[in-house]
T-cell receptor, first 113, second 117 residues
């Protein structure tokens, strides 16, 4: 079985401060890892993915994530948060050969002006 | 690009009626599409996997006779909520997968808000 844990319900951060959204995963074999962002009443927008290669992945809107195999983590980061980054963030994992994505429960990010 | 559209974006229907939601991949062919359901402030729950030209695979606990899925072409999948009830009110999101992508990345539609009165 594959699963994702996003331990925090909400992350509050002041505008301009670094933003981190945590994600740990469980999967058989090598993981395919994804981060998505969702704005109210909208679908999911792709931010970035890790498939193989460099552990530090850079994505859209200045976001990046670091794959850590030993800690089975894939935390999302942004050096300087913007108010417009306030949204719901989902981490997802898929195991090799598995057709389906497993999503975390999501983290509400609130960037305070 | 990889754009997925859904129609309608929102719908209100009366209890007992049926509602059809369309999911289209606009600029690529999708042999596989997925249907998710999302409750407020919760994660996405996979309802079914839809493969073009074959029957959908439903997740445990999802009634296949209530949530009819048809994947008639490589760019269109439909979800029909039959005999809708207020508890079916939810946000329904589809996604489509590019078969040529080694990561099997999914591209998500904007979602359909269903309200059953």
């Amino acid at each position: 079985a594959q699963s994702v844990a996003q331990p925090e319900d909400q992350v509050n951060v002041a505008e301009g401060n670094p933003l981190t959204v945590k994600c740990t995963y469980s999967v058989s074999g090598n993981p395919y890892l994804f981060w998505y962002v969702q704005y109210p009443n909208r679908g999911l927008q792709f931010l970035l993915k890790y498939i193989t290669g460099d552990n530090l992945v850079k994505g859209s809107y200045g976001f990046e994530a670091e794959f850590n195999k030993s800690q089975t983590s894939f935390h999302l980061k942004k050096p300087s948060a913007l108010v417009s980054d306030s949204a719901l963030y989902f981490c997802a994992v898929r195991g090799y050969g598995n057709n389906r994505l497993a999503f975390g429960k999501g983290n509400q990010v609130v960037v305070i002006p | 690009g990889a754009v997925v559209s859904q129609h309608p974006s929102w719908v209100i229907c009366k209890s007992g009626t049926s509602v059809k939601i369309e999911c289209r991949s606009l600029d690529f062919q999708a042999t596989t599409m997925f249907w998710y359901r999302q409750f407020p402030k919760q994660s996405l729950m996979l309802m079914a996997t839809s493969n073009e030209g074959s029957k959908a695979t439903y997740e445990q606990g999802v009634e296949k006779d209530k949530f009819l899925i048809n994947h008639a072409s490589l760019t269109l999948s439909t979800l029909t909520v039959t005999s809708a009830h207020p508890e079916d009110s939810s946000f329904y999101i589809c996604s489509a997968r590019k078969p040529s992508s080694s990561s099997y990345e999914q591209y998500f539609g904007p979602g359909t808000r269903l309200t059953v009165t």
